[in-house]
């Protein structure tokens, strides 16, 4: 079983930044993929970002030049640092574990508005 604990979402102005986190009760190494993904609202849930346990990253275009997902496997946290952010990133971002299952957090709102 594998706990993942978000945090850092909130409200930010549209330019703004923001650094989520997620928090690994295992350690990453042993995730084969950690990712971050994001619903807004009537929309389905769509992947952000990920990294694997090798360090390889991939991003939706959407976030490509913008968003940054990066690992401390000390901390066993993964990070996705969001900047530039824009009206429509609005939305309830999630971190997902790929091991022997899928393993979700329970979300954290982010919010970009003037």
């Known amino acids: 079983q594998v706990q993942l604990v978000e945090s850092g979402g909130g409200l930010v102005q549209p330019g703004g930044s923001l650094r989520l986190s997620c928090a690994s009760s295992?350690?990453?190494?042993?995730?084969?993929?950690m990712g971050w993904y994001r619903q807004a609202p009537g929309k389905e849930r769509e992947l952000v970002a990920a990294?694997?346990?090798?360090?390889?990253?991939n991003y939706a275009d959407s976030v490509k030049g913008r968003f940054t997902i990066s690992r401390d496997v000390v901390k066993d946290t993964v990070y996705l640092q969001m900047n530039s952010l824009k009206p429509e990133d609005t939305a309830v971002y999630y971190c997902?574990?790929?091991?022997?299952?899928?393993?979700w957090g329970q979300g954290t709102q982010v919010t970009v508005s003037s």
């Open positions: 295992r350690s990453i190494f042993n995730i084969n993929v």
């Open positions: 990294i694997t346990s090798g360090g390889s990253t």
């Open positions: 997902q574990g790929r091991a022997s299952r899928i393993y």
